[in-house]
């Protein structure tokens, strides 16, 4: 995949000629998404994203870290923190910003354990695509944790898509299809997921998680956190 996320990055902190990062989807017009929401500062953190970072534990795993806004809060309060990232772009960017520990690599490819918590910030897990893919992401996260350890990540329902009445489909509707634009070069496109509460919390029990929510708003935007019987 083209690393089109990662180069809008780079090109808004190196102050590059800027360009508009667009968002294709199937169900209605393109997008654009601001590039500076990804360098924003602990004063202009939505709620749920405090609070994560406020339930941060022991040594952290910022997975999808971005240009690394997360990671960057964490190792200022001290907090022992990995910053997990796909794009070759996105990691020069939070190297050059001063995180400490990056490591480019996909989730589903990092074998390392000893973490306590996973963070996954700015609904990032949906990178894992479909229900499938997120049952695999549970298995493979419990040999990176530690006894004890915890996920944290937010999510949404994205019924209001369908005025709150998801067709019924063959893939559960929250398994939406996307494509990054940024200066005319185009990633292919990929499934990002968006998970319901209480989907959610089925699936992990069937992966063998608890699942506690920490924060919730009236979009149907949630913080979760899960834990094991470990």
């Known amino acids: ?95 050059q910003r001063g995180v400490k520990s990056i490591v480019e690599k996909d989730i589903f490819e990092f074998e390392t354990g000893g973490f306590d918590t996973l963070l996954l910030l700015m609904n990032g897990i949906g990178l894992t695509g479909n229900i499938s893919r997120l049952k695999e992401f549970f298995q493979h996260a419990k040999k990176l944790l530690n006894p004890g350890g915890q996920l944290l990540f937010d999510s949404s329902d994205v019924a209001y898509l369908y005025e709150g009445k998801p067709p019924k489909m063959k893939n559960y509707y929250g398994e939406i299809m996307y494509q990054y634009e940024y200066k005319k070069q185009k990633t292919d496109w990929f499934t990002w997921l968006y998970i319901d509460r209480k989907k959610l919390t089925q699936v992990a029990k069937e992966e063998g998680w608890n699942t506690e929510i920490l924060y919730r708003d009236q979009f149907d935007q949630y913080l979760a956190k899960l834990s094991t019987n470990q």
């Open 1 to 95: 995949m083209n690393d089109v996320l990662g180069q809008a990055l780079y090109d808004y902190y190196t102050k590059a000629p800027p360009g508009k990062l667009w968002i294709h989807n199937k169900y209605g017009p393109k997008e654009e998404m601001p590039v500076h929401i990804y360098f924003r500062e602990e004063s202009t953190l939505p709620d749920h994203e405090l609070i994560a970072l406020q339930n941060c534990t022991g040594k952290v795993l910022d997975i999808g870290a971005g240009a690394g806004s997360h990671a960057i809060l964490l190792q200022e309060k001290g907090v022992d923190v990995t910053a997990l990232e796909i794009s070759p772009a996105a990691a020069a960017v939070m190297k």
